[in-house]
């Protein structure tokens, strides 16, 4: 049975003491008519203590950017967490979870779990219309967005990786914006220019037999 899809896409703060921007930047980016159509309206932020029901947070709100938790790492140093699921079961699942950085350099990072693949196709999403998204999450955060799946991850050795971690169908590494950025610096060491991508599969029959040659690519270029 094939395993949910997902969009993961990393990037550095211009400003380490200001989430500001990086919340506002996911709510931009994510919750949008593009992002939608995909991934559905309805979400639900985790149980509340002493509550059996997730609890239902609207799309309006998340575009305010409401729904971020702060967790204090050490002193001066907080995580913002956002998690979100859309409260459905098996292949219709799909969830949204978001960490940005205070105080701390390190890379903020963004995941949505998408439906299995047979929930999207069916719903009329092209394997193109995923691709887009996490091009578009790249250049907007310029970060990188990688997209891939549990399936592949289980494939990798079929692939000669040693490791699925880095198993992806496509890679974009947005416009250049952060100096330093070590999620770019690496293309621009190699001699590569920014925007830059590595696509292993375009539709969704090449979903299911992606190129092995560019995700072995993929992995080296994200090692």
Known sequence: MAQEMYIRTEWWSNDLNDVTPEIDLVS?????DDTLKIIGSAWYRPEKSGSTKPVPITVDQLQRGEGWIREQLIKSQYMHRLVLANGLEGEHKAGISGTVFQGAANSNQLVISLPEPQVLRAAGVEFGDVLALAESYARAAHGISVVSSGDLFDKASEFGLKSGSKAA???FWGAPGIDPNPLLKRLDE????????LIAATSWPDQSTPDAKVIANIQELLS
């Open 28 to 32: 931009k980016t994510i919750f949008n």
């Open 169 to 171: 169908y496509a890679a």
């Open 190 to 197: 190699r001699g590569i220019t920014v925007p830059y991508s």
